[in-house]
């Protein structure tokens, strides 16, 4: 028993390490954003009939709350507030433009570059 817990320990580290070496923390918060925007797409439908008939207020007070525990039972990160626009080469949460889904530092570089097409360094 005590040596099946070591092959397993040993390679579940293996694994781990391998992760590490794949996967950057861009990527993993990136990851994340991604999973958050299919669950927040999935339980859309059923996340609004929730709050709306629990913000009805013709209800009777029963139903409204037997409808907030079902908005409470949906996961947290099926919640639209959660999903946050991030840069898709760096990660970065903020300065992103929401055209190209890249950092404003980002841009810089590869518009200076000449590597995206059609923009080009304004001059008046």
Not at 46 to 60: A, E, G
Not at 76 to 92: A, D, H, L, P, Y
Not at 94 to 103: A, D, I, L, N
């Amino acid at each position: 028993m005590a040596l099946a817990r070591q092959n397993i320990f040993s390679i579940t580290s293996q694994c781990m390490s391998f992760w590490r070496t794949i996967c950057t923390v861009s990527d993993k918060r990136n990851i994340e954003d991604y999973k958050r925007r299919l669950l927040s797409a999935k339980y859309e439908v059923k996340r609004k009939l929730y709050k709306s008939l629990q913000r009805d207020t013709d209800l009777p007070s029963e139903i409204r709350e037997k409808y907030l525990c079902k908005l409470s039972r949906l996961p947290r990160n099926s919640s639209f507030t959660r999903v946050r626009n991030r840069c898709i080469f760096t990660g970065r949460p903020r300065g992103v433009y929401q055209k190209f889904r890249m950092s404003r530092i980002v841009f810089r570089t590869l518009a200076n570059q000449g590597l995206l097409p059609c923009v080009k360094k304004a001059s008046w």
